[in-house]
């Protein structure tokens, strides 16, 4: 049972590559076989994961917009559907000339891979001489 869930877990977070080589040989795989699985993990499709707190999203360094009308998103992150949703609705040229009125704040959107509702944020630094 326990050598169940473990194989299921590995094949929800790491990937298939990851759930073979860590799964098949161990019940319970150790921190370092994790890691190791980790580190060689090569995905076949660019995929679109971050640590929680520490990536560009987390920090308030990056945004994910989406459109929704009458509470419906009609247009959301999914990378499946940017093409249809986003370029084919005009969505994609809509927030970019949205974005670019906010001010130079914003640089985007994501090219690789392709999220036309990414957008990196950098705000203006200040020096310790000049006010905010």
Same mark, same amino acid.
């Given at each position: 049972?326990?050598?169940q869930?473990v194989?299921?877990?590995c094949?929800r977070?790491?990937? !298939?590559?990851a759930?073979?080589r860590i799964? @098949?040989?161990?019940?319970a795989? $150790?921190p370092?076989?994790l890691?190791?699985?980790?580190?060689?993990?090569n995905?076949?499709?660019? @995929?679109a994961?971050?640590?929680?707190g520490? $990536?560009?999203? #987390?920090q308030?360094?990056a945004?994910?917009?989406?459109?929704?009308r009458d #509470?419906?998103?009609?247009? #959301?992150a999914?990378?499946a559907s940017? &093409?249809?949703q +986003?370029?084919?609705?005009g +969505?994609?040229?809509?927030?970019?000339?949205?974005?670019?009125?906010?001010g130079?704040h914003?640089?985007?959107?994501?090219? $690789?891979? !392709?999220?036309?509702w990414? !957008?990196s !944020?950098?705000?203006k630094? &200040?020096?310790?001489?000049?006010a905010?």
């Amino acid at each position: 049972m326990e050598r169940q869930r473990v194989r299921r877990n590995c094949r929800r977070c790491l990937g !298939y590559r990851a759930r073979a080589r860590i799964c @098949v040989d161990a019940a319970a795989p $150790s921190p370092d076989q994790l890691r190791a699985a980790l580190k060689q993990w090569n995905p076949d499709v660019p @995929v679109a994961l971050a640590a929680p707190g520490l $990536s560009p999203h #987390g920090q308030g360094r990056a945004f994910d917009f989406q459109v929704e009308r009458d #509470g419906q998103v009609i247009a #959301g992150a999914a990378m499946a559907s940017a &093409t249809r949703q +986003w370029d084919a609705a005009g +969505w994609t040229q809509k927030l970019h000339a949205a974005v670019i009125k906010a001010g130079p704040h914003f640089a985007g959107p994501l090219d $690789s891979p !392709y999220e036309p509702w990414h !957008y990196s !944020y950098a705000p203006k630094t &200040t020096t310790p001489n000049e006010a905010p």
